[in-house]
């Protein structure tokens, strides 16, 4: 179908953190199945932003730092994009509940310690 939907910042930071429930109803009128890809920004310990590129029909997550993808992160954001998932289902706002896979591609290193919020831009632009 080709749609892509942008996730805005704050929910794509509440899905990464853990904290979307009890206070915020965070992508529930969202039928993603709807959808062939979501991408969004997260801004990593409030410091940092990182390129999240969702794919429902695969369950995949492609997640991309451009001062590198550690493994502890990727763990981190799979897990938590799960636990958001079931979450999701459980309250009805989604029809089923997805699995996800946080997947790593090949890309450069940034070289300085200011323009991952440009370069995160120019990657999702690429996509």
Partial sequence: ??????????????????????????????????????IGAYHSNGN???????????????YIDLSGESERCCSLIEKRWNVFSKHQFLCGYWDKQYSWKVQKKSHSIQRDECSCGILVMKFAECI
């Avoid at 940092?48 to 492609?62: A, S």
């Fill in 48 to 62: 940092h932003w990182v390129l999240l590129v969702v794919e429902p029909k695969f369950g995949n997550i492609t």
């Fill in 1 to 38: 179908n080709g749609k892509v939907f942008v996730v805005d910042v704050a929910a794509m930071n509440r899905i990464c953190n853990g904290v979307y429930y009890n206070d915020a109803k965070v992508l529930t009128k969202l039928d993603i199945a709807k959808y062939e890809t979501l």
